[in-house]
């Protein structure tokens, strides 16, 4: 079973610099799946007739971790499909079979942008700081009974030098273990 399962929604991986160096470093930590969901619905189409199997994914799991690129003050367009397919299949129409399953499990974000930590601020550049630029996920994992985490937040991802990016990686790699270690099932802990 996998006890972190960290979907990565970004629309070319081939192409992100710093996306492509969180999942390495993550997909190396034991008891964690890296999905890479652009390549495993490359046209976004499928998805909908797959939200079985990501719903049962998403229930095997103990942690869940969104991982992706913020566009325009926004998550990539197929993780707003995956949401659209998977959660509203669900929490709307198999809310006590599936749904129901998700109560209680620990949840957060990993997201890079583009600008400035300093942009992300009240009058900042971009108007607003991050967590209220991530409000409506922090909605939706309410929504889903979902237990809210700190994000784990890369800003200036394209301005990062390689040194930088990889001590980058390395922070998220320590973050997600301490997360993981922080968020043990109530039989772990026992």
């Not at 390495?24 to 976004?44: C, I, N, S, Y």
Request: glycine letters at 6%; proline letters at 6%; a negative charge.
């Amino acid at each position: 079973m996998t006890q972190t399962l960290i979907l990565l929604f970004h629309p070319d991986l081939s192409r992100s610099r710093a996306n492509a160096a969180l999942a390495r470093v993550a997909a190396r930590l034991p008891g964690t799946e890296v999905v890479d969901m652009q390549a495993r619905f490359p046209d976004g189409l499928d998805m909908a007739r797959d939200a079985e199997a990501e719903a049962a994914r998403l229930i095997a799991a103990e942690r869940l971790v969104l991982q992706f690129p913020l566009h325009w003050y926004a998550p990539p367009p197929l993780l707003q499909s995956w949401q659209a397919a998977v959660l509203t299949r669900m929490m709307y129409l198999l809310s006590d079979t599936e749904g129901a399953r998700l109560a209680g499990k620990p949840f957060r974000l990993a997201v890079t942008t583009g600008g400035t930590a300093d942009a992300y601020r009240n009058g900042g550049r971009n108007l607003f700081p991050i967590t209220e630029i991530l409000a409506p996920l922090r909605a939706t994992a309410n929504r889903c009974g979902l237990t809210w985490s700190r994000p784990f937040v890369l800003h200036d991802a394209d301005g990062l030098s390689e040194g930088q990016l990889e001590a980058a990686a390395r922070n998220y790699a320590a973050d997600l273990t301490a997360w993981q270690a922080e968020s043990l099932p109530v039989s772990a802990e026992a």
